[in-house]
């Protein structure tokens, strides 16, 4: 068991956003009827070499069969249980401005399996309401309704200036994943798993690409 403890810690962060990128193109390929797929395809669709794609997969055990490929709906479901979207997880939306409310309506996040329970705003005038079929709660009943409701992770969209304060709340209520919109670089445990969303280096990578005639490495 240590072993496998110690493999896992290896996997690096490319590896497993890699993953993601199989899981989407299994499930395109899926609906196009495939039933195999060989990992030079898969990687020509990913704009990577089959041999990334081959050790990427290593990680977690042996697929397919050499000379007939992968089996394009096994290996879809075996990589949802490695990324475990294969059940369903309690989210907590902090935060119904302009970013909160548009993620509490992506529908994307219902299918592969991230539901949203709850939603919070400290804004008098939103607290009680109903927000897209959902009851917004003050957020100072946070601590308690992610405990009573078995929150699992929570998505922070609220102003930089008070989202370590919120962070703090929110691990102290015993949660240890969180998604973050604000931007802010925030300080968590380690055993707290953050991950920073900001679309604003996003379109300045864009802006730096086009003004400098970057090409992709």
Known sequence: MAKQ?????????????RLSLYYRALSLLEKENYETISSKELAKREKLT?????????????????GLGYPVSELKTRISQILGIDRVWNVAMVGVGNIGSALVSYKEFQKQGFSIKLIFDNDQRKIGSNHKGMIVSDIKEMSTLLRENNIEM???????????????????????????FAQINLVVPDDVFL???????????????????????
Do not use: C, W
């Not at 403890?5 to 956003?17: G, L």
């Not at 969303?197 to 490495?217: D, H, I, K, R, V």
């Open 154 to 180: 929570v998505i922070l969209a609220v102003p930089a200036i008070v989202a370590q304060y919120i962070v703090d709340e929110v691990v102290e209520a015993g949660i240890k994943a969180i998604l973050n």
């Open 5 to 17: 403890d110690n493999e896992k810690k290896k996997i690096s962060e490319s590896t497993i956003h």
């Open 195 to 217: 991950r920073n969303e900001n679309m604003s280096m996003e379109l300045e990578y864009l802006s730096f690409a086009l003004s400098n005639q970057y090409t992709p490495g």
């Open 50 to 66: 089959p041999a990334q794609v081959r050790k990427d997969l290593s990680f977690f055990g042996s697929f397919g069969t050499r």
